[in-house]
């Protein structure tokens, strides 16, 4: 069988399975840095839905993370509502955004592209700040309940939507409507001489994509148990596209270890120095020249060198 | 609206629009050129304020005399270190992936945002007055410290505009915005204008964080603003075009100075919705030309 010898499968269970285990051996600190480090590989497969099988880059995701957090903490904390009408709170608002921003923004693609989302997201933000009733403005929403409340059981609930969801990108990706994005990709016109009709398939691949994200959000909300609007900033869209490209856009399984790794790197940086920033910078800037295609690159290069010199 | 109120948030907004200018010319000057998004052009910005502020105020104290050695402090470490980087770090990269620079330009942020940290502390560095005096109006007062970033805006406008019709190297650096293959084989040395474009670029940016420092405080991540917007400006004139940059800034900040007063649920949005329906129904904004991929 042809799934038995897909690499990128093996490599997300073996990865899987170790994320299974290794909170046992965890503090409690650790587990939850762990958790924020699944919702970022989450969102960073996510947004490779779009930026590595469809070929558009999106410069402002931020806005899907933060419409399922928002919507999740404005449910249960402004209006009172239970989890699941807030869930859907989150979901209903996140399909809305990404319909409209979407439809308006692949009127365009490449920079052009970029810097629409950019524009909306940055529209998003603003109305975050300004609108304090709703939002809390720029001092967020705090208090945000959290189900279960002890935090390894909340990784494990984490754990589990997450890995469903990454394997779920793993399969979608190979379906025929996965094809579709990837023959997008290489070659819009071809795929619109085919009979496609590509801008809808991009924009089923932008609405996919910030539902991923939008889960991440919802699932970030109640474990920080409070959000502040720089997860709308155009920081926090621009750390999307760099986790998913230092991870390997190639595939699911780097643009999700991408996820895993920045937070890595990011937490130690911040426990050997006060300059975490610099050190943080300088990693990324030394991964841009050591490994041009990502952590995945570096396994190709490995797989590659040990069959050759078999 | 007070009439008196309305003159001096109209001066408010000329004095914002000058320093979106000055960052935004030079972003966008780098874009046009080498076809590179500096992602850390706003901590370039902040950069140039901290050195103006170490000049003037640490160093020599305040006079319109330091001021402009500070200013030229500024540009100078900026465009200096824009070299490095051109040279140094992005020019390996010409050949990759373009989002290898995105991501190395952002790397910078961190690491510039950190280094202003080491040297000068992480507490906002404020000038203790705005240098020169102030015009009365009403109850209000207009430093003519803002009139003066007017006419140095307006200034460097002119000498990009002279630059780039008038002279040898700007009409060789806009061949290369035009076509790089084309140019290199017509023997025009684009190694050497890509560190200049750079450079001058990032000196840009360098004035402009001397010029804003006095009245915008500095402060570490005070680039992260600055950039975004600069986008929107760009965007809004059109990416490589000065005279887009031009018009850019006057529509942000104006939007943005006058919804503040007007309608503050609106004071960034706007900005926002403008840069949206113009990149929805002229992408190439007000007055840029098509965009084309480097080859």
């Given at each position: 069988m042809k799934i038995l010898r897909d690499n990128e499968l093996y490599s997300l269970v073996v990865l899987l399975m170790f994320l299974a285990v290794i909170p046992q051996f965890l503090s409690t600190y650790n587990v939850r840095l762990l958790s924020v480090g699944l919702l970022y590989g989450l969102a960073a497969v996510g947004f490779n839905i779009l930026y590595?099988?469809?070929g558009l880059i999106s410069f402002g995701h931020a806005m899907f993370w933060s419409a399922g957090a928002y919507g999740l903490a404005i449910g249960l904390?402004?209006?009172?509502?239970d989890p699941v009408l807030s869930i859907l709170l989150a979901f209903t608002l996140t399909f809305i955004i990404a319909v409209v921003t979407g439809y308006l923004s692949l009127k365009h693609t490449e920079i052009y592209f970029a810097m629409l989302t950019l524009a909306f997201a940055q529209l998003i933000y603003a109305l975050i700040i300004k609108l304090r009733d709703i939002t809390g403005g720029d001092e967020g929403i705090y208090?945000?309940?959290?189900?279960?409340?002890d935090i390894e059981q909340y990784y494990y609930l984490v754990y589990m939507i997450v890995a469903l969801l990454v394997l779920l990108a793993w399969w979608i990706v190979r379906t025929p409507l996965g094809l579709g994005f990837q023959a997008v990709r290489d070659n819009p016109y071809r795929a619109e001489a085919l009979g496609m009709d590509v801008r809808r398939v991009r924009l089923i691949s932008f609405v996919l994509s910030a539902f991923y994200l939008s889960v991440a959000g919802i699932l970030y909300a109640p474990l920080n148990r409070a959000i502040t609007p720089d997860i709308a900033f155009w920081t926090f869209s621009a750390i999307i596209v760099i986790m998913t490209i230092i991870g390997g856009s190639k595939n699911m399984f780097g643009a999700f270890i991408g996820g895993l790794i920045f937070i890595y790197i990011n937490t130690q940086a911040m426990n050997l120095t006060e300059f975490w920033q610099l050190t943080l910078g300088i990693i990324l800037a030394l991964l841009v020249y050591l490994a041009p295609y990502g952590v995945v690159g570096i396994f190709d290069r490995v797989v590659e060198y040990v069959r050759g010199r078999r | 609206m007070d009439i008196n109120l309305f003159i001096v948030q109209f001066f408010n907004a000329l004095f914002f629009a000058s320093i979106l200018f000055l960052i935004s010319s030079g972003l966008s000057l780098i874009y046009g050129i080498m076809?590179?998004?500096?992602?850390a052009h706003g901590a370039l910005y902040m950069l140039g304020a901290y050195v103006t502020f170490t000049v003037a105020i640490l160093w020599l104290g305040m006079s319109w005399y330091s001021m402009l050695l500070a200013y030229l402090a500024s540009i100078l470490v900026v465009a200096g270190l824009g070299i490095f980087i051109e040279r140094v770090l992005l020019k390996p990269l010409y050949?990759?992936?373009q989002d290898l620079q995105l991501l190395l330009t952002f790397a910078l942020i961190f690491i510039l945002d950190d280094i202003v940290k080491m040297i000068w502390g992480a507490q906002y560095r404020a000038f203790p007055k705005i240098p020169g005096w102030s015009i009365p109006v009403g109850d209000y007062q207009i430093p003519i410290y803002f009139i003066l970033t007017v006419f140095i805006a307006i200034g460097v406008g002119l000498f990009l505009h002279w630059f780039f019709t008038r002279t040898t190297y700007g009409k060789m650096v806009r061949a290369i915005s035009y076509s790089l293959e084309t140019s290199s084989i017509l023997g025009i040395n684009t190694d050497r204008l890509f560190a200049l474009s750079f450079a001058l670029g990032a000196g840009l940016a360098g004035l402009a964080g001397g010029v804003a420092v006095p009245l915008y405080t500095a402060s570490p991540g005070m680039g992260g603003d600055a950039i975004v917007l600069s986008f929107a400006v760009i965007v809004i004139g059109g990416m490589g075009s000065i005279l887009g940059a031009f018009v850019g800034s006057l529509i942000v900040g104006f939007s943005r100075v006058f919804m503040a007063i007007l309608f503050p649920v609106f004071e960034i949005a706007l900005i926002y919705v403008i840069m949206a329906v113009i990149l929805m129904?002229?992408?190439?904004?007000?007055?840029?030309?098509e965009m084309r991929e480097r080859r």
């Open positions: 590595g099988y469809t904390v402004k209006l009172n509502l208090g945000i309940p959290r189900f279960p409340p | 076809k590179i998004l500096n992602l050949n990759k992936p129904f002229r992408p190439t904004g007000l007055f840029g030309m």
